[in-house]
């Protein structure tokens, strides 16, 4: 009896405990996330904290292909962990190993907490089995973000299914050095187009239930000399301009829960230990609410590769301070319970770190979240839909690069035979960040002729030479071929690894940089010695990046460019040189003429380019360059159609801008040539006088349409006057009051239409956060009126000096001389009135300050 009564009493005790542990506040999913957070986080030991910070590789606690628990606990020690990765893994294994872990997590620890199942997704979820999109440099190509956003919301479909919740992209950073092996990753050399890429990719995985984590963050994308983890060189302003436009952006826009750190460094400073990045730019003034993570081993490397940490404890600490939450593949932050016993870590930051991994957590349904079903795997994973899209995607991203006397598309009605040659002619090339090198999982340009055409005419096949040795044994044959064909298609290019399976003969992908940029091996002499049989001759360049290629352009009637196309490609391409996909891709890279020529970016200083514009050539030296052009070999956003487009006109809503407008451009386009065709409207912008060096030009919209033959079409294209910003020599993000160009065209060097706006003084201002205004409220409402002389110059839109310029403050009036320079007593709070016969009349408000330059605009 007394047994009993004990054994009752246990149950009873332990319902009491399971219902009180139910009814926690942060299992209630009707409370906001910041209650449940503080609610979960106080019921928190300091090791499970830190285990919340911690990574496990699926490899340390599988056996035989299968979860082995008894390694999971002997390696978690009863904590739960914040993240788990089996990048390797097959999907389904995938899946079935996600699940375990996560019903462990929730069941089997103390608090219940769930784990961020995470892998790569870059194109595609990198395990086996599934959809193989076009890589990001294609996807930049399109200029098309709604197919951004359809491609990662199909990708997370799939990562769903496979049991992720947590993908480790999109790569969002700008590249501008094309000797760098990761230009692939990019998409592109511009930060407008990269943002907008970035937004859409973003919100694409966020409206499908898995976290994206947006990469690499600091400058990344132009490392020295073009090598993988080295240092990027660049001023402030272009720090924040150039390379940190895009995460501001997506932060702001899309507002993701994940950032990851960079390996390399900025200003002799680690990005996985910079406070300025992480804590000063990326939270207290962009306001990013989630969780920074380290990439793979970057918190060690403070230690052996950077060299500014003693160990790896002085290394967890530098990194934590900084900001930087969760480290993966690593042992660094192993040492923060020591650190915090020994009095040499506050705990405010572990604190710190595990509420953003929490909030991000809550936030993405995690605690709520339900454990996907095997069921549904196949009919998600490479669903007939997104192989669709992938083609699509595929289609859009080729860009016509030349097409001299019309010899494309091919007139399938005048050929008896086509010669398919080279090495890329029949391999897939999916590139970096995928599961297979196979050409059974995809399509090949040969493949998918013989498909298309193989019973109406003869293909005739040599591969001609490999990507990277010098054997020519092959091009006798390649040149018979040739000659025995109607026209040629030269297939040439580069080849990357797959991720963590394959990394033979990789000319391209992350840790493969180039110090030339010429096509590798003896490509080029293949297609010189196809071209000297006289037969027409078509290049494709299938590739992860642009090559210098001067001596096909200047003689190769027909090239085209197909940046790493998933899966779909062969067909894409095929379709597109037979004339049923007319090309609408545009260049995301400038082309360079040799690796010399670097950079080649389009939004170059104005300086940049060479002062005496008398280039050279071989037989006749010029100045600048001596024998060459600084030019680029083709330009950003050029790519050509098989129709052709009229840009009869453009308009703007209005003339006069005020900082907080939108700039509405109007342009009139008419299809007049014999194709249906999708075309890209870009509108540039060129601050036509600011007070620190200014591009030449930078896009700052565009938009993708159909036009129909025939047919005129008004395309509306939207540009915030908050786009028009820069830093100023304050290094404050402001837009200057003044003139600037519009530029409308088909690319940066094909512009059809400018047109000239104004904005007003009112554009001095902040474009302010939420703090920034808090702050700039609070000042002026309790500034006190002091008297000050003000003094400054007058200058018109063009920086002329101007005399006769009429300054009055109260009953105060004075007039510029003839350096246009003025003086005036006044309050600190008051207003100037700045008049002259042939401009608009200002109103600047003084604000404390004792010198105001002010810029004049024409009526």
Known sequence: MKKLIFLSLMAICFCVRLYAQTNFKYKNASLPVEVRVQDLLSRMTLEEKIAQMR?????SIMENGKLNEEKLEKMIGGQNYGFIEGITLPGKECLTLMNEVQKYMREKTRLGIPVFTLTESLHGSVHDGSTIFPQAIALGST??????????????????????????????????????????ECFGEDPYLVSRMGVSQVRGYLDNQVSPMIKHFGAHGAPQGGLNLASVSCGQRELLSIYLKTFETVVKEAKPWAVMSSYNSWNNEPNSSSHYLMTELLRDRWDFQGYVYSDWGAIGMLNYFHKTAQNSAEAAIQALTAGLDAEA????????????????????????????????????????????MEKNYDKVVHAPAHVSLARKIAEESIVLLQNENNILPLQM??????????????????????WSRDNKDGVTLLEALKERVGNQLTLNYAKGCDLVTDDRSGFKEAVDVAKKSDVCIVVVGSASASLARDYSNATCGEGFDLSDLTLTGVQ????????????????????????????????????VVQW???EQGGLALADMLLG???????????????????????????????????????????KDYVFSSPKALWAFGHGLSYTDFEY??????KEDYACEDVIEVTIAIRNTGDYDGLEVPQVYVRDMVSSVVMPVQELKGFEKVLIKKGETKQVIIKIPVSELALYNKEMKKVVEPGAFELQIGRASDDIRIKKVITVERASEKYIPTLRDKEKKVSSTKNMTATPVVVKGTIRDVQANLLPQVTVKVGKEEVVTNSKGEYSIRAMSTDTLIVSGSKFKTEHISIEGRQVINIRMLNR
């Open 55 to 59: 990574h496990i590789h699926a490899y």
């Open 143 to 184: 200029f098309n973000p709604i197919l951004a956003y359809e491609m990662t919301s199909a990708i997370a479909k799939e990562l769903t299914a496979q049991g992720i919740t947590q993908s480790l992209t999109p790569v969002i950073d700008v590249c501008r050095d094309l000797r760098w092996g990761r230009v692939e």
């Open 329 to 372: 593949s690593d042992n660094s932050y192993a040492e923060l319970q020591q650190l915090v016993e020994n009095g040499m870590l506050d705990v405010k930051y572990i604190d710190q770190a595990v509420a953003r991994i929490l909030t991000a957590k809550f936030n993405m349904g995690l605690f709520e979240y339900p454990l996907p």
């Open 413 to 434: 009605n005048k050929l008896k035979s086509i010669a398919v040659i080279g090495p890329n002619a029949d391999q897939v090339q999916f590139g970096d960040y995928t």
């Open 524 to 559: 080029e002499d293949l297609v010189e010695a196809i071209h000297a049989t006289g037969k027409p001759v078509i290049v494709v360049l299938l590739s992860g990046k642009p090559l210098a290629m001067s001596w096909i352009k200047e003689n190769i009637p027909g090239i």
């Open 564 to 566: 790493y196309p998933g």
């Open 580 to 622: 049923k996909v007319n090309p609408s891709g545009k260049l995301n890279y400038s082309f360079p003429q040799s690796v010399g020529h670097l950079p080649c970016y389009y939004n170059y200083l104005p300086t940049d380019k060479g002062f005496y514009r008398s280039p050279g050539s071989k037989n006749k030296p010029g």
């Open 648 to 653: 009869l006109s453009a308009t703007t809503s």
